[in-house]
């Protein structure tokens, strides 16, 4: 059993940047991966973008791709996404997911929700105009 909780969101105008954290607990992570999604109201959940746990390989979405980076720190057990240049279209609720399902990163699976067996809660991202 894993259990992710989400960190990192707020308010912040259009052009600003905001540092997303997930902390996992629970079990140790082997040959797993950590990915975002995020969810806008009325819309369904899209990825964003998702790390390996032990080698660091990473795939973006096409929407923020330049924009988004997620990264990893294995000893605190934790994978952050840094937003910068945000968007008003950027607006969603922001959930990490995790799997320990075998699979390609670079493939069509990594962005699938159903590849992902634990979800944290969601933190809040509005993004102003």
């Known amino acids: 059993q894993v259990q992710l909780v989400e960190s990192g969101g707020g308010l912040v105008q259009a052009g600003g940047s905001l540092r997303l954290s997930c902390t996992a607990s629970?079990?140790?992570?082997?040959?797993?991966?950590v990915g975002w999604f995020r969810q806008g109201t009325g819309k369904e959940r899209e990825f964003v973008a998702v790390?390996?746990?032990?080698?660091?390989?990473?795939v973006y979405a096409d929407p923020v791709k330049g924009r988004f980076t997620i990264s990893r720190d294995n000893a605190k057990m934790t994978v952050y996404l840094q937003m910068n240049s945000l968007k008003p279209e950027d607006t969603a609720v922001y959930y990490c997911?995790?799997?320990?399902?075998?699979?390609?990163?670079?493939?069509?699976?990594?962005?699938?929700?159903?590849?992902?067996?634990?979800w944290g809660q969601g933190t809040q991202v509005t993004v102003s105009s």
């Open positions: 997911a995790a799997t320990n399902r075998p699979f390609m990163i670079r493939s069509f699976a990594a962005t699938l929700r159903s590849t992902y067996d634990y």
């Open positions: 629970g079990r140790t992570f082997s040959n797993s991966a």
């Open positions: 790390i390996t746990w032990s080698g660091g390989s990473t």
